[in-house]
């Protein structure tokens, strides 16, 4: 895959983008911006991210897509959506100046999201494909945002990261590939996952052992372990850890509680523990973070 990124190629800046503002949370969720552009193209390129393109424009529009090899000439309408997953090759040409949001996804952050927000496990692809897509609700949703990112008012940052989260629920419940979607294990299911996540999410305070998780997933110790190393993809305790940051991270954003309040009341033995486990899992020790959040 390009090592570019989709704003890297289009051929003009967007007039909103929210990697210039939002507090450093939201930016943990999703980039949003507005382009409006005139008459252009974009070469096909696979990407890393997941795209999420909004059509705002009122009057219908000729559009031409090429796609992983297919070329799609077609009517591009008001409220219609597009999705293009990371590692789908795509191109574009427009023919009248465009009105589109683009939101992008880091694939790993939103599984992340899934998993322990929405309780919910994705398959691979984690997204469909879709190149075309009437989609009002998810449109609205966009514009939602858009219009809490131009504001200037006092508590606009936290509002667009409030929306983003319900725009992410609503992409997750329309367009996730869920664990129906394929081949998911006899012996843990997506049960199995939300009694396990619903104890995590309830304790995580609290000493927490792989024998407790197994418990709630009426599996021996050994055998949850194995299972549920291979369904999520890190074991147990490595889940435990990384839900305990995931809280700890929001709680960072209360400028006045002190770090070894929200490392004990997240489950981290003490400060140091906190802090060591935050900058493997983040890339940056919690005060950084906070200080980044709040600048």
């Keep these: 895959m390009a090592d570019s990124k989709y704003q890297d190629i289009y051929p003009s800046a967007p007039l909103l983008n929210s990697a210039d503002r939002p507090r450093a949370s939201a930016a943990e969720l999703l980039t949003l911006e507005y382009f409006e552009a005139e008459?252009?193209?974009?070469?096909?390129?696979?990407?890393?991210q997941h795209h999420i393109l909004l059509n705002l424009k009122e009057e219908p529009h000729r559009v031409e897509n090429w796609r992983d090899g297919e070329h799609r000439d077609f009517t591009y309408r008001k409220n219609e959506i597009v999705v293009t997953p990371a590692g789908v090759e795509s191109g574009w040409r427009w023919h009248i100046t465009s009105s589109v949001i683009v939101v992008t996804l880091d694939p790993a952050k939103f599984e992340r999201f899934a998993q322990t927000e929405v309780g919910i496990?994705?398959?691979?692809?984690?997204?469909?494909?879709l190149p075309q897509f009437e989609d009002a609700d998810i449109c609205h949703a966009g514009v939602m945002l858009k219009d809490a990112l131009a504001s200037r008012e006092?508590?606009?940052?936290?509002?667009?990261?409030?929306?983003?989260r319900v725009f992410l629920v609503k992409l997750i419940q329309k367009y996730g590939l869920?664990?129906?979607?394929?081949?998911?294990?006899?012996s843990f299911t997506?049960?199995?996952?939300?009694?396990?996540?619903?104890?995590v999410s309830q304790r995580y305070g609290e000493v927490i052992r792989v024998e407790d998780m197994a418990r709630e997933a009426a599996l021996s110790p050994s055998h949850f372990a194995q299972l549920f190393k291979q369904t999520i993809g890190l074991s147990p305790m490595q889940f435990v850890m990384t839900y305990r940051v995931e809280q700890a991270r929001k709680r960072l954003a209360e400028r006045d509680t002190p770090l070894i309040d929200i490392a004990l009341a997240c489950g981290f033995s003490d400060q140091a523990h906190f802090s060591r486990q935050f900058k493997q899992i983040e890339g940056e020790t919690p005060s950084k973070y906070r200080a980044r959040l709040l600048a």
Excluded: N
Aim: no cysteine; aromatic share 12%.
């Design 190 to 199: 997506a049960e199995h996952y939300r009694r396990v996540l619903d104890f």
């Design 121 to 129: 496990l994705l398959a691979d692809e984690q997204l469909e494909s």
């Design 39 to 48: 008459p252009g193209s974009m070469p096909t390129q696979i990407f890393d």
């Design 178 to 186: 869920k664990e129906a979607d394929y081949a998911f294990s006899r």
């Design 154 to 164: 006092q508590g606009s940052d936290l509002i667009f990261e409030s929306l983003a």
